[in-house]
């Protein structure tokens, strides 16, 4: 017995003792886990996201590379890091059998002349064992304008010869107008809000080129589509005279938030826009004065938000939610009243011509949602040849010629696969079912009601 156990305790110690080799052979087994990182457009200076690879020793037996090198060297705008340390050139690291690592990769793109897109490259070599092994890098770069902190103190121009990133933030001082022209892209940070104090006027264009863009400068496809990416743009109590047409404000955590008016003017005119993903509110008002015409506000976690009363005028205008990976419905897409913290009781004037109200995928039972609060101060809501979506009855308002609780039958949402095309199937019951208001085209610059009424929503069938 004693024999016995002398002997099984000399196999542990002969096994326990074995070091396990580094296998030698040309033929060892290395594979990466992919053979191409592509980075989308960068803008210079700014960075880029950071990603990675996994290098994997398929063998049995320990595997030594003798070389990982940024073939670039220090003067590449790609910078890497293996398992946990930066550098361009690695020698000797050594991979368990069966086991893998991390190579992490980001780019910093330096601007150059071109006013265009421009691509940059790179690799990155994996020597072991006599062979070599090479993954591509590759980023789409483009120079912008850039502003950090800016403060605009006098009237500005700006026009499509270069996209325009903002950094910490712009302002626009009151009295002072900010013109933007067609086709210009404004990709704003995560810490970068907007604030108009003075005169927003956006003259976007008709074709998809042309059209303003706001959106957050994260465009890697993990941040692309994910809304919150920047603040938004507010338009402060100061404010007055703002004029967007074809312009889309995207991915923000709020879209337009406005504060009080001043005379009977419109304090923002909204022209064939599209507002849309928008975490919290794609419009919030107080005691503000809007008027859009030919408008889609869609998937926000609340749509429109009006609150402390205020003049509104909304004319085909396609108001819309869908729940999302990014967003829940689980707030009306309309929101009114006349009152703000409850204390605080306004005049509210708000009609709405030729628009759909519908949301879908959510918990939310009546997407229009009117709040009055008792005052002697003017209450006029109005909805006239509406769609809408309501289980109760909307009480305190005005509903003319409407249709309630028909689906819309947009033309096609695949909200897992992200497609939503809020434009109106040939058997929606929207179709012909508006009334003419002087506005003769549609979002897409289609003429409206050339032989039969107009349709309901933004867009013309």
């Known amino acids: 017995m004693q024999k016995s156990i002398v002997v099984v305790l000399l196999i542990l110690i002969v096994f326990s003792c074995r070091k396990i080799s580094f296998i030698n052979s040309p033929n060892a087994s290395l594979s ?17 996201v950071t990603q990675s690879f996994k290098i994997f020793n398929q063998n049995d037996q320990k595997l030594r590379l003798s070389q990982i090198q940024l073939i ?18 690695f020698s000797g690291v050594e991979l368990e059998p069966g086991d893998s690592i991390y190579v992490f990769v980001s780019v910093t793109i330096n601007p150059n002349t071109s006013n265009l897109p421009f691509v940059v490259t790179d690799s990155i070599l994996v020597s072991y064992n006599g062979n070599n092994k090479y ?26 010869n270069l996209p325009f990133v903002i950094l910490g933030g712009l302002s626009v001082d009151s009295n002072v107008t900010l013109t933007i022209n067609k086709g210009c892209k404004i990709y704003t940070h995560a810490d970068a809000p907007l604030v108009i104090n003075g005169s ?43 004029v967007l047409t074809y312009v889309i404000i995207k991915n923000a955590y709020q879209g337009i938030v406005t504060q009080s008016s001043v005379g009977d003017s419109p304090k923002i005119t909204l ?54 990976d990014y967003i829940d419905h689980k707030k009306p897409v309309l929101f009114l009243s006349n ?5 605080l009781v306004f005049a509210l004037i708000a009609h709405f011509r030729n628009c759909i109200f519908y949301g879908d995928g959510g918990i939310v ?44 039958e947009f033309d096609s949402i695949d909200a897992g696969r992200r497609i939503f095309n809020f434009r109106l199937k040939p058997t929606s019951p929207a179709i012909n079912k508006g009334v003419f208001t002087g506005n003769t085209i549609d979002l897409d610059g289609k003429m409206r009601g050339t032989l039969n009424l107009p349709d309901l929503g933004c867009y013309e069938q």
Do not use: M
């Open 271 to 324: 022209n064939q826009c599209i507002i849309d993903n928008i975490y919290d509110a794609g419009i919030v008002s107080v005691a503000s004065s809007i008027k859009a015409v030919n408008c889609l506000i869609s998937n926000c976690g609340n749509n429109i938000s009006i609150a402390g009363g205020g003049l509104y005028s909304f004319d085909f205008c396609t108001v819309a939610s869908y729940a999302t």
């Open 365 to 408: 039972p009546n997407e229009l949602i009117v709040d009055k609060k008792a005052t002697a101060a003017p209450f006029d809501v109005a909805f006239e040849n509406v769609l809408y979506k309501n289980k109760d009855d909307t009480i305190d308002s005005l509903f003319t010629n409407s249709i309630k609780n028909q689906l819309p």
């Open 200 to 242: 927003l006027k956006v003259n976007g264009g008709v074709d998809d080129s042309t059209r303003v863009v706001f959106s957050g400068d994260r465009l890697d496809p993990v941040y692309r589509d994910l809304p919150a990416g920047w603040p938004g743009i507010t338009f402060t109590t100061s404010s007055i005279n703002n």
């Open 135 to 160: 993954l591509q890098l590759q980023a789409y770069g483009q120079n912008a304008h850039f502003f950090r902190n800016k403060r605009i103190t006098a009237d500005t121009i700006w026009n499509n």
């Open 339 to 343: 009152s703000y913290n409850e204390n």
């Open 32 to 48: 990466f886990s992919t053979d191409t990182l592509h980075f989308d457009t960068a803008f210079t200076t700014t960075g880029s």
């Open 72 to 89: 670039g060297g220090s003067a590449s705008p790609f910078k890497i890091n293996v398992d946990g340390t930066a550098g361009v050139n």
